[in-house]
């Protein structure tokens, strides 16, 4: 698209293509005003893209950030595009706001359009099975969001503690006498869930309990998984609590035990994960483990725009969790 429209330009302007491209990328020092003037308004008349593109490359900013989650009917991603949009707005930058819906091609899509855009950077949050690798070193400056992917690359990322998360949870169900707890979540590739198992798997050996496999149900973030994941798990009579990889989860494993007429907490007890909005407006309302959602969307922008500005900034940040207890343990 740019060559088509720089050859277009070139010939209106009756200057080379050259010269054309020196002008968008700002090398235009040995270029007469009047030539550069000329080229610049046939750029704005013709309202072609690279007029974002030419104002882009001349200032090398445009203020705008790309974002990119996973699933915008989450309420999670929901609360952390907004500490995003605040830290942003406050900075003088604008949103640019993609939902991959959990699909890796189009993230990669998404990334390729935010570049074309000339986004000063990006904030990635990847879908839930999406652990390989796409961009490379060099691109645009990017951020990873609460979802990590294992590469030595210059980028930054801004976590939560999920590992911790995860044993808290767990503890917590062992310390209120459950002795046969399950695990459901999304796929273990996807790192959030990993580290959020590793707890789970931390909390019972230390405890000296076994790990049962047939008590651990792995599907996606969704109410879906957390309904069927409780049915299944409920084939072993003996379940007695369940730690829920986020709180979609623990809303469909709620569902199901009611539909079996299973009390809550008094047969079997229920941990989430986020603390998004609904947790605590559920019946019974959600225990869960707190995330700093707000706070990572803020610290995702402040860390992006500090390497933007090139200024030393630490490459990696990990955020507390907590436990927050309700009526569902
Ligand atoms: O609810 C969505 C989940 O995916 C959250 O736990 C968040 O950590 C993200 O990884």
Redesign the pocket.
Known sequence: MIKLTIKRIAELANVSTATVSKVLNGKDKNISEATRRRILEIVERENYRPNRIAKGLKLKKTNTIGLIVPDIK?L?FAEMAKGIEDAAEKKGYSVILCNSNNNRDKEEKYINMLQDRMVDGIIL?TSENNIDLYFRDGQVPIVLL??NIDADLNIGRIL?DNEEGGYIATKHLIDKGCKNIGFISSINK?F?SYNRFIGYKKALLESGYKINEKLIYTGS?SIETGYNGTLELLKNSELDGIFC????IAIGAIKALKEKNIKIPDEVKIVG??DILLAKYMEPPITTIR?PIYDLGKEAVNMLISIIDKKDTEMTKILKTELVERGSS
């Open positions: 989450n999670f949050t609460d979802r939560t996807n959030s973030f990889g986020n709180d979609y994960f986020d995330q």
